[in-house]
Structure formats: C-alpha cells, structure tokens
C-alpha cells in the first residue's frame, strides 16, 4: 500500500456556527461573555466567575449526548488524578453543570491562546514540528501519572501568543476504555482503533503522527492506491535541502504508519524523532531496513545530499516494500 493524503478544508473565519447560547446568560457561578470556535465535542466561550470578579475561563457546552455522558463520566471518575497533574502545557476542567437546555458543560482555566489549526498558514515548518513536540512532552509528563490521550482532536491544542502550546485535556483518561472515536475525528484515529480496540500508546502515536502528517503536508493522511510522490515535502517545503526532505518523508510515515508495529511505539518515541529531525541528526524512522534481498546491504537513507536524488528513488521502492503486506 502506498500513501496518499487526504485533504481537510480549513476552517473559514466567521461566526460560530454551533453557538446556541447568548453573551451575559448566566451558568451557575459563571457568565458567558463571548462565543469562541467550535470542536468535534461543542461549543466553545469566554465566560467569568459571577461571585470571583477577574477569575476568568473557558467553557465547552457538549452538542452530543452521547459524547458529553461519557466526557462527564471520564471527568467525574478521574477528577483526582487530573487535579495532580501540573503541567505548563496541559490545562484540566475544574467545574462542570448543565445548561438550561440540558447540556452538560465543563469549566476550563482561561489562557490567552488561539486554536493551533488557525495560525498553520502563518507558522514556518519548523515552528510547526516544535509545536507538536511540545504536546509530545505534554503527553509524556501525562503518562508519567498514569494518563492517555484516547482520542486527539486539533481544536483542543491552542498556542499562546509566546509560543507555547496548551491542550484542553478533556480526552484524558486513566482508563483504557473502548469507546468508538469520534465520527468528526476518525482521520486520527488509528485503523485498530476504528476496529474498536481500546486506546494505548500505539493509537496516541498515530494521533499525534497523523497531525504531523497534517502540519507537514496540510493533508491528513489516507491509506489508499495513490502516487506518494504527488504530495512530496519537496513540493510543500522547497527550501529544505534533498537530506533533510528525505529525512523527513521516513518520519512522517513511520509516525502515521497504519501498523502498530511500524509506527513509534509512543509519543514519547516519536518527540525522540522530531527532536532528532530539529538537530539535524539522525532518527529510527532512518533506521528502518528493506525485507532482506539476496546479496544486497541495506542503504543508510541518511547518505548525503549528492545521493539524494537516487535515495528518493530508492526509498519509495523500499517503502512500497514493508508496506506489501499492509491490509487496503
């Protein structure tokens, strides 16, 4: 099987559609003040706390029952582990209610940020890959107290104006439940995941490599009959030099590879390879061997620029190769 990539319209400006409430209405303790962007799980607003004056914060209304029950449930059952998970990059619910119209709702700290997937078009590449390993390390200081992301939706990564990227945590989870993905975020969901497996740090990896596969290539990836070479790094990204295009096509498909064992084992693997890929330096996705052929050597595909051009040529027939026994 061979890569293809498959393209997501990007949001366009203007009111939020999935606004159903009004600026200055009051929920509990705390008064909505502006309609913000929408997300696969609802409707987002700046609101601040009636009782606390200046205590300001962000506040996702759930639009689906069936998402909000189990959100609500999540965040009921692991309110303890997120209350000790301090990180500058991770913000945790710290209220929650339900709307006059029956819809639950889940209370944010306010940061002054904006949605990651609206600052693309003006972030340079390797802006972008920094981002990503920022949640990287985000994820790993997660895993560290016993938390996995179960699902990875773009619209809950917000960047402040500094620089540093914020994950509305509101997909994680101490548990490993099978729950379906999202129909809005299958494209990051991996195959074993969309066959109903339980999220792991195989399924996290995918996540995080499919939205390397958007930051690179502003497409999201599709494993479908197509030519790889149609949405090249060399089209997307000319001034990267043939070493560093090579490089980075080996990391893209490993990160978003649609076998667990061929793609990073966890996002703490792949951050090694991104910030590898930074430095300049070498990766595991530059490690990777063709299936064995008789009386050949493998070929280091980190050779040289001046080798560049028949390594291009090479790694897609070696590619083409470990991918042969993919399912389509």
């Not at 074993?192 to 497409?219: D, I, K, M, N, T």
């Amino acid at each position: 099987m061979r890569f293809a990539f498959n393209h997501r319209p990007r949001p366009v400006a203007g009111p939020p559609a999935g606004a159903t409430l009004v600026p200055e209405q009051r929920l509990g303790v705390w008064m909505l003040r502006r309609a913000l962007h929408a997300s696969a799980a609802g409707q987002w607003y700046r609101a601040e706390h009636v009782l606390a004056r200046g205590q300001r914060a962000a506040l996702i209304v759930f639009e689906n029952a069936t998402d909000a029950a189990a959100l609500m449930l999540r965040f009921a059952d692991g309110a303890s582990e997120l209350a000790r998970l301090e990180h500058h990059g991770i913000v945790t619910p710290m209220d929650s209610g339900v709307t006059p119209h029956g819809k639950p709702f889940l209370v944010l700290p306010w940061v002054e940020a904006r949605p990651l997937m609206s600052l693309t078009e003006r972030l340079a590449l390797r802006e972008r890959l920094a981002l990503l390993l920022q949640l990287c390390d985000a994820l790993a200081h997660a895993h560290s107290e016993g938390l996995l992301l179960s699902e990875l939706d773009p619209s809950l990564l917000w960047v402040r104006a500094d620089g540093r990227l914020q994950l509305m945590g509101l997909h994680l989870s101490h548990e490993e439940l099978p729950e379906p993905p999202h129909p809005a975020l299958l494209v990051y969901a991996s195959p074993e995941r969309r066959q109903g497996a339980a999220p792991s740090s195989a399924s996290e990896a995918y996540a995080l490599g499919a939205l390397l596969c958007e930051l690179v290539h502003e497409r999201a990836p599709d494993h479908h009959e197509a030519s790889p070479e149609h949405d090249s790094v060399a089209t997307r990204w000319p001034e990267l030099s043939p070493q560093q295009r090579l490089s980075l096509e080996a990391l893209v498909h490993k990160a978003a590879s649609p076998l667990p064992e061929q793609r990073h084992a966890s996002s703490e693997a792949l951050g090694l390879d991104l910030r590898s890929w930074l430095a300049g330096e070498s990766h595991s996705a530059l490690q990777l061997t063709p299936m064995p052929i008789a009386n050949s050597a493998p070929m280091p595909l980190d050779s040289g620029a001046d080798e560049a051009a028949g390594a291009t040529s090479w790694f897609w027939r070696f590619w083409r190769q470990i991918t042969a026994n993919e399912p389509r």
